[in-house]
C-alpha cells in the first residue's frame, strides 16, 4: 500500500506570550524520568510536560481540559494554513559537529509501515487517554527512510537557504531551526515522492497503534475529527553516525 502524506495545521506556543521556548518544550513523554519531569513542571507553568503527562493524583479529564485552556487562552495557536514543516537539528558530540534533517508532517495510519519492536499494555492505554481527552497528537512519531531516498528533501532545504526559519532556538547544546513548506507545488513534490518509499518506524511504536486503535474506535466520526486517520510524523533519512 502506498504511504500517504499530507500538511497539517500546526499548533504552537503564541510568539506573542513567549519569546524564548526552552522553559516550555520537553522530551518525548517515555524518556522522562521522575526527577527530570518535576524539573520541567517547575520550569514553567506552560512547559509541555503538563500536557504530554498526566500528573500523580491528578486525572486524564484535567489535562485535557488544561489543553483546552490553552487553546482557548492563546497560550497554543493554530496555524491557518496547511504545511509540511523542515527541521534542521545541530549539535557537537566532541569536537564534531553533526546535523540531521527532516520534516514534520501527517503519515496515514493505513500506509505501509514497518514496526521493529513490540509494545506493551501499560503505556498504550496512557496514551491512549491522552488522545481521548485531548483529541490531539501531541507527540510525532519518528519514522525513518533510506538515506539515498533524501534528494528531494534536500533540494527543498537548498531552496530555503537564505530564508529565515519559521522557528529557531536552542535547548541543552541543539540548534534546532524549523522552516514552513506551504507552497501547493513543494507539498505535492514531497506527497509524490514518498508515495513508494519504505518507511520504518525507529520510534513511537506505542503512539502508532494507540492513534490506530483511537481510528478505529471512532472512524465512524471521520466529519467530527479532523485528520482522524493519519497520525503526526517526524520523517527522517537513516544515518548510522546519529
Not at 132 to 145: E, G, H, M, R
Request: aromatic share 14%; charged share 30%; with cysteine.
Amino acid at each position: 500500500m502506498k504511504s500517504k502524506l499530507k500538511p497539517f495545521l500546526a499548533l504552537h506556543y503564541n510568539p506573542r506570550l513567549f519569546k524564548k521556548l526552552k522553559d516550555l518544550v520537553c522530551p518525548p513523554y517515555d524518556i522522562i524520568t521522575e526527577e527530570e519531569e518535576r524539573a520541567l513542571r517547575k520550569s514553567s507553568p506552560y512547559n509541555f510536560s503538563h500536557i504530554l503527562l498526566k500528573e500523580d493524583g491528578s486525572s486524564y479529564q484535567e489535562l485535557g481540559k488544561r489543553f483546552k485552556q490553552w487553546l482557548k487562552k492563546g497560550i497554543l495557536i493554530e496555524e491557518r494554513e496547511s504545511a509540511f514543516y523542515l527541521t534542521l537539528q545541530e549539535f557537537k558530540l566532541g569536537s564534531k559537529t553533526f546535523k540531521r534533517i527532516g520534516f514534520l508532517g501527517l503519515l496515514n495510519l493505513d500506509a505501509s509501515i514497518f514496526p521493529h519492536e513490540k509494545t506493551h499494555s501499560t503505556p498504550k492505554k496512557d496514551r491512549y487517554q491522552v488522545i481521548k481527552y485531548t483529541q490531539a497528537n501531541l507527540s510525532p512519531i519518528f519514522v525513518v527512510y533510506p538515506k539515498k531516498k533524501n534528494e528531494v528533501i534536500t533540494l527543498l532545504f537548498k531552496s530555503l537557504k537564505n530564508k529565515p526559519p519559521f522557528i529557531k532556538f536552542r535547548h541543552k547544546g541543539i540548534l534546532y531551526q524549523i522552516y514552513k513548506i506551504s507552497q501547493p507545488q513543494k507539498i505535492r513534490k514531497i506527497q509524490k515522492y514518498f508515495e513508494n518509499i519504505p518507511l520504518f518506524i525507529a520510534d513511537g511504536h506505542h503512539r502508532f497503534e494507540t492513534a490506530l486503535k483511537f481510528f478505529r474506535k471512532n472512524k465512524h466520526k471521520l466529519n467530527k475529527f479532523r485528520d482522524l486517520d493519519y497520525i503526526l510524523t517526524y520523517f527522517s533519512p537513516q544515518d548510522e553516525n546519529l
